[in-house]
């Protein structure tokens, strides 16, 4: 008899550390990366680049994978269409996000997607050199300026879908099912400074990986805990015949904060836990 309870109590007890080890797994180690984007524009005092290129929905909910029909989104094709890109040269342009972005030391939270792309034959952007002053708050009214409130480069490329063997798609059209493809995270954040030659396509999107690509910022300077408002001015876009302003595809946000059914679960789980026990 004995002995059977004393088995009883080590299963129990070899229970009770197991499943706390999961319930602490799932707590600790499945961050919240909630789908965070632009959901209003709140304030807009811009001047318009081109005069096809004027609805600033564009800029709100996800980035554009594709051009129409097969053709995708890559570092040498960009979102093009009067649906899917905002194009602007002046003005304040402020955005709503769709949730609060908590702040994280070391985390590049905040992503900004604009359309631009490379030209396959000489290196240089199709886009101009594209940028604008970032600055941000937690309630729209009280701003803090990214970069030092200096203007900021907006010219990484973005990438709509992963490629077998990272291999570039002649003129960026595929020849299947999009469907078959793999479509890149836009909620991963992804730093270009490794990138040397924009024309090794094999080299850039091993580069990619599974992001979206897009241009991140780390918003642990602030001293803000949250973000939930994104605002650009400064606007500036030169150097190149074939856009006048810069060219906007969307903003994101990614927050690394515990799963809230995963905090449930925590103090759930404890508490049978104990209840276990108790009846050891």
């Known amino acids: 008899m004995r002995r059977n309870i004393f088995m009883l109590k080590a299963q129990g007890a070899k229970l009770f550390l197991s499943t706390l080890m999961i319930v602490l797994f799932a707590t600790f180690a499945s961050p919240a990366l909630a789908g965070i984007t632009g959901m209003e524009v709140v304030y807009s005092d811009v001047t ?90 937690e309630n729209g009214e009280d701003w803090v300026a990214l970069n030092g409130g200096n203007p900021t480069s907006l010219n990484t490329p973005s990438l709509g879908y992963q490629f077998p063997g990272n291999a570039w798609p002649n003129l960026s059209h595929w020849e299947g099912s999009l469907g078959d493809l793999e479509e890149t995270d836009l909620y991963k954040p992804f730093d270009p400074s490794g990138i040397s030659d924009w024309l090794d396509t094999t080299a850039v999107l091993e580069a990619y990986g599974d992001s979206a690509g897009g241009n991140w910022f780390d918003l642990s300077g602030t001293g803000l805990d949250y973000i939930q408002y994104v605002k650009l001015d400064d606007i500036y876009a030169t150097g190149s015949a074939w856009t006048t302003g810069l060219r906007i595809d969307g903003f994101v946000g990614v927050s690394a904060v515990p799963v809230p059914g995963a905090v449930w679960l925590l103090g759930s789980g404890l508490l049978g836990l104990i209840g276990i026990r108790r009846r050891s």
């Open 48 to 137: 318009f680049g081109h005069s096809s290129y004027t609805n600033l929905d564009t800029v709100l909910g996800e980035i554009k994978r594709d051009t129409g029909s097969n053709y995708v989104v890559t570092p040498w094709n960009c979102p093009w269409q009067t649906s899917e890109i905002t194009i602007i040269s002046s003005g304040t342009l402020t955005v709503k996000m769709s949730d609060a972005v908590f702040v994280t030391d070391d985390s590049m939270e905040l992503g900004i997607y604009t359309a631009q792309m490379y030209n396959l034959q000489t290196g240089a952007f199709m886009n101009s050199n594209m940028g604008a002053t970032i600055s941000v708050s």
